[in-house]
């Protein structure tokens, strides 16, 4: 399925597949290194509510086609329409999206290669896991063109270290993906000619627990990261406990206790 924005191009800008229930979305603009300008935004959000609201996908890949993931905004587009309210908007639109990806039920993987710059190494943040191939590069750069990368710090800032976010932010300087992994930004790194294989053996491992365990903790997890200690202990106590009481815990431990793999209902 391909999911094409409001242009003139007949390539699509975003590519949708779909196997086993994964749904990998590819950005396909490769001519412009991807870059999200407001038809690819549209064509993302448009994307990423379709599959958030399909039971039959359980876990969304983010790719990119070409030599990057993706660098960021398309400045010159912006330069182009440097009004109050197309920036605005393509700002909103682009927090909404990286939102979206926050509140959807299914976990995300994003699957880069190249570089992931500005928004892009934005987009890599907002994902809940990230594999990496060993040439990727991230960087906040906005710094070096006057622009402090403001919206690409919320996401990056709840991935790494204050002071590792900070040093991103204000130098615009690149990280490699060793250098990724070991701040936080992303989970695995691996040879581009295994990149797929990497993102699927991760994939795979998220098929194979029980959707709405995993839906439930994601949820979970962004509410708690956000609060006071005491406030997330509450929290925590009432999610494991309705937890614990459900199918899925009731199945899982029996399974454990008799020394037999699980049946989870939703496979």
């Known amino acids: ?25 590819t950005l396909n603009r490769p001519q412009k290194f991807n870059a999200l300008s407001m038809d690819m ?31 960021g905004h398309d400045l010159k587009e912006m330069l182009a ?11 909103d639109k682009c927090c909404n999206v990286m939102m979206t990806i926050t509140r959807m039920p299914q976990p995300v993987i994003a699957r880069v290669h190249g570089i992931a710059t ?19 590069r991230f960087a906040t750069s906005g710094v070096n063109f006057g622009l402090f990368c403001a919206t690409p710090g919320v996401a990056v800032s709840r991935n790494v270290s204050r002071k590792q ?6 130098t615009g300087e690149f990280i490699d993906a060793e250098t990724a992994l070991r701040w936080g930004l992303i989970n695995r790194v691996a040879p581009l000619e295994q990149l797929d294989q990497a993102v699927g053996e991760l994939a795979a491992l998220l098929l194979s627990k029980p959707s709405a365990v995993l ?15 005491g406030p997330a202990y509450e929290l925590a106590s009432e999610v494991i406990t309705n937890n614990m009481l459900g199918q ?9 206790v008799e020394k037999r793999k699980p049946q989870w209902h939703d496979k």
Not at 81 to 91: A, C, D, E, H, I
Not at 118 to 136: H, I, P, R
Not at 165 to 170: D, F, R, S, T, V
């Open 118 to 136: 500005a928004a892009g190494c934005q987009l890599v943040g907002a994902c809940d896991l990230a594999v990496a191939s060993e040439d990727a």
């Open 248 to 256: 899925d815990a009731l199945e899982g431990v029996n399974a454990f």
């Open 165 to 170: 976010a900070m040093e991103m932010l204000m």
């Open 1 to 25: 399925m391909d999911i094409t924005a409001n242009t003139s191009s007949a390539e699509p800008m975003l590519l949708r597949s779909e196997t086993g229930g994964v749904a990998t979305l």
């Open 41 to 71: 935004l549209d064509a993302l959000q448009a994307a990423l509510d379709d599959v958030a609201a399909d039971p039959a996908i359980r876990v969304v890949i983010v790719a990119a086609n070409g030599k990057a993931f993706c660098p």
């Open 81 to 91: 329409n440097r009004t109050q309210q197309f920036v605005g908007s393509l700002f």
């Open 215 to 229: 839906a439930a903790g994601k949820k979970f997890f962004y509410r708690q990261i956000e609060m006071d200690m």
